[in-house]
């Protein structure tokens, strides 16, 4: 599998432009002084779909063969890589097939049924789903579009750090949310190209910590997947981002599920911004590792926002202690 280069990524921003505005980088006083350094946000959480993901899936849509158009696309995704690859079909008038666990976020599954494309619910896990996918994309000749092991999705999600880079090119760091690894590995491409000195951060929950271990061990390794945070819950490391990764990642680190949701509360009460798990994960990482952060220009990448009313609801409420505490 051949690594996008920065040629790709600016081919893929003239393929964006009809269909994507740029998304606002802010600052919130609030929000550098609960994180203890100056951050900016990133709000990836503004796309149409309310998450970054989009602009892999209208790239690697929007430049596929006709041929392949007509016959359409299947993908496997507890989320937000369905709604992409959901919205980049409806707008290019492309079939689609989305293959969910059982149970799946109803915030997610409503909205990619919304989005015209039909949804197969298929089994427990990760796994049960990607066959079922595998089997579809064979009957029907369908494209399986996998969530990170595609030049196009990698080179369409980079466009957001060219427009981060542009607006901001003082930056020391990027921080990244990191489920599959498409979107840090799209920072380390761009940052390489045009922010040398600038380091990407890659962040995972210790719950779902596939991405980090298959880093640390230099191959593919499957450790359990049990994150609240769907967009971070991944079993498997992806081959495309990793090989980025082992030659541009500079540092990755964990934080648990709970730093994550005092993250989103963070986000709420300070940046006024509605991220899911996953959105505020690169929050989390400023607050959990602040000497890592200090003195720095800090970019945090708000990757979504579909968060289930549930999870809203749990970030919204102050826990006991620590209110209590710091009152
Ligand atoms: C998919 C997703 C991530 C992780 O991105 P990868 O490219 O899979 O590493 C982070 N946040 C949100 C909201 C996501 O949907």
Redesign the pocket.
């Known amino acids: 599998m051949q690594t996008p280069t920065i040629a790709d990524v600016l081919e893929a921003r003239r393929h964006l432009r009809p269909h994507l505005g740029p998304t606002p980088a802010r600052s919130f006083p609030g929000l550098d002084r609960a994180a203890g350094t100056s951050v900016l946000v990133k709000h990836?959480?503004t796309n149409p779909t309310s998450?970054?993901?989009v602009r892999?899936g209208l790239n690697l849509i929007g430049t596929m063969p006709s041929v392949e158009r007509r016959r359409g696309v299947v993908g496997y995704s507890t989320?937000?890589?369905a709604q992409s690859l959901a919205y980049a079909a409806r707008t290019f008038d492309v079939p689609c097939t989305i293959v969910m666990p059982d149970n799946p976020n109803p915030t997610k599954a409503q909205a990619v049924r919304d989005l015209g494309a039909e949804l197969v619910e298929a089994g427990q896990t990760f796994d049960d789903c990607r066959s079922y996918a595998e089997s579809i994309a064979q009957e029907r000749g369908m494209r399986l579009v996998s969530?990170?092991n595609e030049r196009p999705i990698i080179a369409g999600?980079a466009t957001l750090y060219l427009e981060l880079i542009e607006d901001a090119p003082d930056l020391d760091a990027i921080v990244?949310?990191?489920?599959?690894?498409?979107?840090?590995?799209?920072a380390c491409l761009v940052a390489e190209s045009l922010a040398p000195s600038c380091r990407v951060v890659a962040v995972q929950s210790s719950a779902s910590p596939a991405?980090y271990e298959s880093w640390r061990a230099g191959e593919i390794v499957e450790p359990p997947n049990r994150t609240r945070?769907?967009?971070?819950a991944?079993g498997s490391g992806?081959e495309l981002?990793q090989h980025i990764f082992r030659e541009r990642l500079a540092e990755f680190v964990l934080v648990d599920d709970d730093q994550i949701r005092d993250a989103q509360r963070i986000m709420l009460h300070e940046a006024h911004t509605l991220?899911?798990?996953?959105?505020a994960?690169a929050l989390a990482a400023v607050l959990a590792y602040p000497d890592s952060f200090r003195d720095q220009r800090v970019a945090l990448?708000c990757?979504?926002?579909?968060a289930s009313a549930a999870e809203i609801g749990a970030a919204v409420v102050e826990p006991v202690m620590a209110s209590s505490v710091h009152g």
Request: hydrophobic share 45%; glycine share 22%; net charge negative.
């Open positions: 990836e959480n998450a970054f993901k892999g989320g937000n890589h969530a990170a999600v990244v949310p990191v489920g599959s690894g498409s979107g840090a590995a799209a991405a945070a769907e967009g971070l991944t992806f981002p991220a899911e798990g996953a959105g994960a990448v990757t979504g926002a579909n």
